[in-house]
């Protein structure tokens, strides 16, 4: 396994066990609330995807993740077709 798979899987498991914390303390994340959101091709869609992440409680896991993605929001980044955005 590259350093650099070990490394993304290691982000997301991090990332999946801040999420399932959250939600074992009966709270969502903004993602979970508005999905389509988080994926959208519309950049103010997208805009107020990464505005809502401000409040996210595994923000900073999901920033750590978002390194080894290629599309959506991420922790208040925009990836789109290997471009990041804040």
């Given amino acids: 396994m590259r350093s650099d798979s070990i490394e993304a899987e290691g ?5 999946h066990d801040a999420l399932r914390a959250v939600r074992s303390a009966d709270r969502q994340v903004p993602c979970e609330v508005t999905p ?3 994926t959208s ?3 103010s ?3 107020a995807a990464g505005y809502r992440c401000r ?3 595994v923000r900073v896991q999901c920033v750590e993740a978002s390194e080894f993605e ?3 929001v ?4 925009v990836r789109a077709a290997g471009s990041l955005e804040w």
């Fill in 11 to 15: 982000a997301r498991r991090r990332l």
């Fill in 36 to 38: 389509q959101l988080w």
């Fill in 41 to 43: 091709n519309i950049r």
């Fill in 45 to 47: 869609e997208r805009e």
């Fill in 55 to 57: 409040s996210c409680p």
């Fill in 70 to 72: 290629r599309v959506g």
């Fill in 74 to 77: 991420w922790g208040g980044k």
